[in-house]
Nanobody, 122 residues
Framework: VQLQASGGGLVQAGDSLSLSCAAS????????VGWFRQAPGKERNFVAA????????TYADSVKGRATISRDNAKNTVYLQMNSLKPEDTAVYYC????????????????WGQGTLVTVSS
């Protein structure tokens, strides 16, 4: 599976942004998908994840209520809608997939995209 994350950019605090993760290859609907982010000099942290059908989602406390993850299996794409962005949301955002159940543990994800940079100015 190859993943391509897109949609990052420079926004102001309070703005919204929609990230996309497009997958190539077969059986995308069999993969759980997670979004992670990595700020400069920090570890890569969990943001949100969605199960294979899209019926179950989970979020990090830091984005709960501000983020929505969704997927369109017909388009092999997962989305991350981020609202009320804060400067602390500034990071490179990565999508990743794993064959199996949703998890917040980045070490359990098998394939990763290249990342898309989100910069939130105050």
């Amino acid at each position: 599976v190859q993943l391509q994350a897109s949609g990052g950019g420079l926004v102001q605090a309070g703005d919204s942004l929609s990230l996309s993760c497009a997958a190539s290859g077969r059986s995308f609907s069999s993969y759980a998908v997670g979004w992670f982010r990595q700020a400069p000099g920090k570890e890569r942290n969990f943001v949100a994840a969605i199960n294979t059908s899209g019926g179950s989602t989970t979020y990090a406390d830091s984005v709960k209520g501000r983020a929505t993850i969704s997927r369109d299996n017909a388009k092999n794409t997962v989305y991350l809608q981020m609202n009320s962005l804060k400067p602390e949301d500034t990071a490179v955002y990565y999508c990743a997939v794993r064959f199996g159940l949703v998890t917040t543990n980045r070490l359990r994800y098998e394939y990763w995209g290249q990342g898309t940079l989100v910069t939130v100015s105050s």
